[in-house]
Structure formats: C-alpha cells, structure tokens
Antibody, heavy 119, light 112 residues
Framework: QVQLQESGPGLVKPSETLSLTCTMS????????WDWIRQSPGKGLEWIGYISYSGSTKYNPSLNSRVTISVDTAKNQFSLKLRSVTAADTAVYYC?????????????WGQGTLVTVSP | EIAMTQSPLSLPVTPGESASISCRSS???????????LNWYLQKPGQSPQLLIFLGSNRASGVPDRFSGSGSVTDFTLKISRVEPEDAGVYYCMQPLQTPLTFGPGTKVEIK
C-alpha cells in the first residue's frame, strides 16, 4: 500500500521560500508522476505542478515563475519550493501520485500539511 | 486553461435518496481515443480527497457501486444512489486532459 507523507515548516514569513518534502513508501516512484496540490482555507483545490520519476516537470502557469519541484528517487522523495510567498500562499499542501495519461487519476494522497504565511 | 464548473454547490440529501451533481468543462474532455478525461473526488471532513471515478465512468477500487459517473465531451454527472451518512463531504470534478490540471469548485453534500 502506497503511503505519502508531507513534511516541512508550518510557518513561513512573507517573501521567503516555502519548502516541503513528500516521502513515499510502500511502492515505487517509477513510472508515475508526483504532484503537489494545495487548498486555501475554505477554498477548492489548486494544482501546483508535477514531476515525473525521471525528473520532467510541469507547473501551473499561475505559479510557474515561483515554483520548483524536484525528485530524489533514491530516497523515494519529491520536494516543492515556492519562492517569494505571500499570505495568499497560506494553504494545506498535499502531495499525490498521478497516474498520468492512463487514467489521469490521483490515486494516493498525503494527509496534507498546513503552511501559514505570516510575519 | 480548462475551466470547470459544478452545480449545485450545496446539496442536502436524505439518507436512502439519490443525488446528482453536474460538472461542466469549458473545453471538450473527449480524447481522440474516445475516452473522456474527467475524474471525480470526494473530500470527507478533515480528510484528503479520495478518488471515486476516473475517465468519466470507471469506479476506483473499493468505491461502492451506488456511485456512478456518466457524460461526455463537456457535460458530466455524478450520481449517488441510496445516499448513506458516510457520503457526506465535498465532491470535486477534475480534468486531467491538459495542464494545468483543474478542479471544479466543489459540491458540498450534506446529509439531513
């Protein structure tokens, strides 16, 4: 059974960089895609971007210039960096496995981690 | 970017009755392969979203058969037959056809 666990600071100051890591266990990172998705308080879901097991990335254009997603397959981890954060980036951040073109489904999700942007 | 809309945004339901949620996309989700790239997720209170339906009408593993998905191109429906108390939560449709992947605003199902 695949499990995903987000980790990282729960509080980030404005203009700084939000950094989160997702650790996968119980499966293989290949041949899947690994996503970051966020949910602002009381709001819906926003796709941030993905990284493939081989390292190719795709980001939401609304965040493109501030986002970097990286992968470390040896550690079964992938990471999110979001630069120059503001209060609008306060959200629960989820990592998820995306099956890509076969079904387009996110079949496993982490429990989510709340990141608050505040001085 | 493909925009997703849902209706209604709030849906009170009595246990044992059926419920339907509509989802519309601003562009066709019908792939040249004949498959509709439309998924449904349920987010129960305090939990992460969970996959219910993929490719328009395929139930995910472990999803009860009272959940069914239908529709094509730009108009899709999630139907819950014989609603149970554990079906409460927010239902999202989502298109994985093209990036950025986009979600609908969600439909909150409340059990009376």
């Amino acid at each position: 059974q695949v499990q995903l666990q987000e980790s990282g600071p729960g509080l980030v100051k404005p203009s700084e960089t939000l950094s989160l890591t997702c650790t996968m266990s119980g499966g293989s990172m290949s041949p899947y895609y690994w996503d970051w998705i966020r949910q602002s308080p009381g709001k819906g879901l926003e796709w941030i971007g993905y990284i493939s097991y081989s390292g190719s990335t795709k980001y939401n254009p609304s965040l493109n210039s501030r986002v970097t997603i990286s992968v470390d397959t040896a550690k079964n981890q992938f990471s999110l960096k979001l630069r120059s954060v503001t209060a609008a980036d306060t959200a629960v951040y989820y990592c998820a496995r995306w099956l890509g073109g076969s079904s387009g489904a996110h079949d496993y999700w982490g429990q989510g981690t709340l990141v608050t942007v505040s001085p | 970017e493909i925009a997703m809309t849902q209706s209604p945004l709030s849906l009170p339901v009595t246990p044992g009755e059926s419920a339907s949620i509509s989802c519309r996309s601003s562009q066709s989700l019908l792939h040249s392969s004949g498959v509709n790239y439309l998924n449904w997720y349920l987010q129960k209170p305090g939990q992460s979203p969970q996959l219910l339906i993929f490719l328009g009408s395929n139930r995910a593993s472990g999803v009860p058969d009272r959940f069914s998905g239908s529709g094509s191109v730009t108009d899709f429906t999630l139907k819950i037959s014989r609603v149970e108390p554990e079906d409460a939560g927010v239902y999202y449709c989502m298109q994985p056809l093209q990036t950025p992947l986009t979600f609908g605003p969600g439909t909150k199902v409340e059990i009376k």
